[in-house]
Nanobody, 123 residues
Framework: QVQLVESGGGLVQAGGSLRLSCAASGRTFSSYAMGWFRQAPGKEREFVAAITWSGGSTYYADSVKGRFTISRDNAKSTVYLQMNSLKPEDTAVYYC????????????????WGQGTQVTVSS
């Protein structure tokens, strides 16, 4: 089992920045690829970013590429999502997730999920 706890969400004005953190406990964190997903009201959950177990490869949704950066610190069992130039359309609940294998963009590949943290971007 892997337990994931997100933090760092909040209210920010458009153009601002936030850094989300996801702390993991349980099985070996460094064995898992990690991803961030988000779900806006009335919409389906969507892929935001992912990082391989080593941190050697990262993946981004087109909508956040160039604005968001995913990173991880395996010594701290934590994955981060730095979000810059935020837009109102980034408003959503952000979830981190852990996957042992599979395509990092596919929600179905993830084995464990956090409870989510709310990000609200005002215009």
């Amino acid at each position: 089992q892997v337990q994931l706890v997100e933090s760092g969400g909040g209210l920010v004005q458009a153009g601002g920045s936030l850094r989300l953190s996801c702390a993991a406990s349980g099985r070996t964190f460094s064995s898992y690829a990690m991803g961030w997903f988000r779900q806006a009201p009335g919409k389906e959950r969507e892929f935001v970013a992912a990082i391989t177990w080593s941190g050697g490869s990262t993946y981004y949704a087109d909508s956040v590429k160039g604005r968001f950066t995913i990173s991880r610190d395996n010594a701290k069992s934590t994955v981060y999502l730095q979000m810059n130039s935020l837009k109102p359309e980034d408003t959503a609940v952000y979830y981190c997730a852990a996957a042992l294998s599979g395509s990092p963009r596919r929600m179905e590949e993830y084995d464990y999920w956090g409870q989510g943290t709310q990000v609200t971007v005002s215009s």
